[in-house]
């Protein structure tokens, strides 16, 4: 099971210590938890040898050499407490959740601020210019796979599952060593829609053999032969003289009675039939493709160029305007101005969620709007993303 390290910033160290003392309480175990610094016993200093190594080097070295890094130390510098957690992928959401409820500090909206300041970030934190009084170094973040934030609202570094930016950084040399690359890894799901058979239940149909009692009366006869001997006295008639009446005789007469018979026979009185009819359903299945998106900032220092719109300070001060074409259509709102490059803000509903760049010579006036010599639908076709 993979592991996935997590990191949060606070302005309070009673809110950092809440917010582990609830990590704790979710099962996540001690050495998977770091505060850093430990104690305000951790000091910023510049003038540190360069053999010295703690926790701005170690910090340094967990982030490749990026330019993350030094906006990390940046915080903890300025006074900030700093949470790391290592958890397995069925914690990771709610440790996010514990995290975010205990009030953790927008870090780029932090380092926006700091930049507008005057701080430009790596010029003054490096991994061996900064010594560490006591802070461990971060332990978790030193595996391969780390968890950014790429949200406004977001103090908490976290995962895809919370529709958040996730980037992978390979091991890399530290800070100064030649040979060192820093890797993000662009993913993108596709998804595949086949069939299964699934078991629905079963019709099961079962005969039996039920007895029923039946009753019926019939009227039946019976004969009774009786016997009577009755004492008589009297003279033989005539028709009697001439029969023998001293000679053996036998009289038998036959008793009948009747009894009930019982046929029974069997018809076919009901028919039950059990078929399987197939038939074809169209459904629509619905989810959820994730896919890395990245936002590449160049920062160098480009080579001047002279801008095709005379009004240079006009468009300087563009910031936050409503960008619209030739046509008055909308396309988008200036982030900043850059040079000869304006960036349009991600946050805009029409961007789709990307800073895109347009040049300043697409400008044809500055007022409370800044108007393009193009349409809305060629700038859009023609902007490159950021």
Do not use: C
């Not at 510049?46 to 940046?74: C, I, M, N, R, V």
């Not at 796979?145 to 995962?159: M, R």
């Not at 039950?272 to 074809?280: E, H, L, S, T």
């Amino acid at each position: 099971m993979s592991k996935h390290t997590i990191t949060a910033f606070y302005d309070s160290r009673e809110y950092a210590n809440n917010a582990v003392l609830m990590l704790r309480q979710a099962g996540i175990p001690d050495g998977e938890l770091t505060v850093s610094p430990e104690s305000a016993a951790t000091a910023y200093s510049g003038a540190a040898e360069p053999q010295t190594k703690g926790f701005w080097a170690s910090l340094e070295e967990a982030f490749g050499g990026s330019d993350d890094h030094h906006a990390y130390a940046e915080g903890v510098r300025r006074g900030a407490i700093m949470v790391t957690a290592r958890v397995d992928d069925a914690k990771v959401d709610e440790a996010i959740e514990i995290l975010d409820q205990h009030g953790t500090v927008d870090l780029d909206e932090r380092e926006a601020t700091w930049r507008s300041e005057g701080w430009r970030g790596g010029a003054t934190v490096t991994g061996g210019g900064v010594a560490d009084q006591g802070a461990r170094p971060l332990r978790s973040m030193t595996p391969a796979t780390q968890v950014h934030a790429d949200t406004a609202a977001a103090g908490v570094l976290s995962t895809p599952s919370s529709q958040q930016a996730y980037r992978a950084s390979t091991p890399v040399a530290a800070a100064g060593v030649s040979g060192g690359d820093d890797v993000i890894q662009v993913a993108e799901e596709s998804i595949t829609v086949g069939k299964r058979a699934v078991n629905r239940g079963k019709v099961r149909i079962h005969s039996s053999v039920v007895e029923t009692p039946f009753s019926q009366q019939v009227n039946l006869r019976d004969e009774t032969v009786s016997v009577e001997r009755r004492p008589v006295d009297r003279p033989l008639g005539a028709a009697a003289l001439g029969a023998d009446l001293f000679q053996d005789r036998t009289v038998e007469v036959e008793e009948m009675k009747e009894e009930a018979v019982v046929a029974k026979t069997a018809r076919v009185v009901e028919e039950i039939g059990i078929r399987k009819v197939v038939a074809d359903r169209a459904e629509t299945v619905t989810d959820t493709l994730r896919k890395t998106h990245v936002d590449i900032e160049d920062t160098r220092a480009a080579a001047p160029s002279v801008s095709l719109f005379a009004d240079t300070d006009a468009i300087q001060r563009a910031k936050d305007m409503k960008v619209i074409g030739s046509d008055g259509q909308h396309v988008g709102v200036v982030d900043h101005v850059d040079g000869t490059t304006i960036k349009l803000k991600r946050t805009d509903p029409v961007s789709g969620g990307s800073h895109h760049l347009i040049p300043t010579d697409w400008v044809q006036s500055v007022d409370s709007t800044v108007v393009l010599k193009i349409s809305a639908a060629e700038a859009k076709s023609r902007w490159t993303a950021a």
